[in-house]
């Protein structure tokens, strides 16, 4: 949605957001992966009528996915410091609007990170126990937080791709 409703803003800026969603859903896969094999871990002590068990491998699911985050806030800083560089090196010789946008909307995008990968533990050990419902009604208030919120900051404050991130990391938060 981001893409999207920024594209409101002009195609430098579409293209900029367009350029760290990539390394968003890169991020985002990875955080499922963890999420996803902890959940298989849980699923099977349950499975096992092994309750103990089970506890202490989300417990464990939850230390990774916290060390993982505190791997990538201190990667963060040196990314989010060296963001134009990266980005240059990711994407090659773009413009320099695009340039611009791509790194607001990678700032935002980075320090929603750590939560992102929290959530998605979360909502894969609720579904490993029977709680589905849960995991989609969260997805299901973030998407709504994250559209309300582009349309405030994009289109009644003129945020631009600045607001998009804003209201990305709200959502995800």
């Not at 589905?132 to 404050?157: C, D, E, H, K, Q």
């Amino acid at each position: 949605m981001d893409t999207i409703m920024v594209s409101y803003c002009g195609m430098k800026a579409m293209s900029g957001v367009s350029l760290v969603d990539g390394i968003n859903v890169l991020l985002i896969g990875v955080f499922s992966a963890l999420a996803t094999g902890g959940a298989v871990l849980v699923s099977q002590y349950l499975g096992k009528k092994r309750p103990d068990a089970a506890k202490t491998a989300a417990k464990m699911l939850f230390y990774v996915v916290l060390l993982v985050s505190l791997a990538i806030i201190a990667n963060m800083a040196i990314c989010l410091i060296f963001r134009k560089p990266l980005l240059l090196t990711l994407f090659g010789n773009v413009e320099d609007e695009v340039m611009a946008a791509s790194q607001a909307y990678f700032l935002m995008s980075a320090l929603s990170y750590p939560v992102m990968a929290i959530y998605n533990a979360y909502c894969a050990l609720l579904r490993c126990i029977g709680n589905p419902r849960a995991t989609m009604f969260s997805s299901l208030i973030m998407n709504i937080v994250n559209l309300v919120g582009n349309a405030v900051t994009i289109y009644l404050l003129g945020w631009g791709v600045v607001g998009a991130g804003l209201a990305t990391l709200i959502s995800r938060l």
